[in-house]
């Protein structure tokens, strides 16, 4: 059974940090690109960044770009979103997904995990 186990969220305020990890089990983690997906209420779901089966290769929505970090590490079968610098506008449910190809396109996940809730508050 595939299961991607989403965690790390929480309240923080503006300008803080919060560093979300995603566990994975059930697939060949070392095979497929990961990505951060988010969704606000009344929003549709939203690209955040991805990262390449062997971690050498990232990609960013503009709106997180230089505030967030994406990470793999292969032999603990996690993925990783390091978030510094958190606004208000990233509060959001945020998932973690697994996909065949290395896209920011949401169609092209194949796993998802059932996601973790950040709010940004002071």
């Known amino acids: 059974e595939v299961q991607l186990q989403a965690s790390g969220g929480g309240l923080v305020q503006p300008g803080r940090s919060l560093r979300l990890s995603c566990a994975a089990s059930?697939?060949?983690?070392?095979?497929?690109?990961m990505g951060w997906f988010r969704q606000a209420p009344g929003k549709e779901r939203e690209f955040v960044a991805v990262?390449?089966?062997?971690?050498?290769?990232?990609y960013y929505a503009d709106s997180v770009k230089d505030r967030f970090t994406i990470s793999r590490d292969n032999a603990k079968n996690t993925l990783y979103l390091q978030m510094n610098s958190l606004k208000p506008e990233d509060t959001a449910v945020y998932y973690c997904?697994?996909?065949?190809?290395?896209?920011?396109?949401?169609?092209?996940?194949?796993?998802w995990g059932q996601g973790t809730q950040v709010t940004v508050s002071s």
């Open positions: 990262i390449s089966w062997v971690p050498g290769s990232t």
């Open positions: 059930g697939f060949t983690f070392s095979t497929y690109a």
């Open positions: 997904a697994a996909a065949e190809a290395y896209s920011p396109m949401a169609r092209q996940y194949r796993y």
